[in-house]
């Protein structure tokens, strides 16, 4: 968006052991098989995801005295899963 400082994150703990959050954040878009030939490696997680066209599911939250909402991503899913 071109004109737009859009801004969303979210934190976890740096761990892919099976079951953490972060996990099961990345699993939809990078798959099962990714972890299983991963297994033991080091990984660049960054350079995996960027570049990935996904659906980003956006939770918006409004405090009184910010003019802006903290915006947290809640899931991703790969864009063939789009309706």
């Not at 299983?36 to 939250?61: I, P």
């Not at 005295?65 to 947290?72: N, R, S, V």
Request: net charge positive; charged share 25%.
């Amino acid at each position: 968006m071109r004109d737009y400082d859009c801004r969303a994150g979210r934190n976890f703990q740096l761990s892919l052991k099976p079951g953490s959050d972060l996990r099961n954040f990345v699993l939809p878009v990078l798959g099962a098989e990714f972890f299983t030939l991963n297994s033991c490696k080091t990984v660049n997680l960054e350079a995996e995801l960027v570049g990935m066209r996904v659906l980003a599911q956006l939770r918006h939250y409004h405090g009184d005295g910010y003019a802006k909402p903290l915006t947290i991503v809640e899931q991703i899913k790969p864009q063939e899963q789009l309706n």
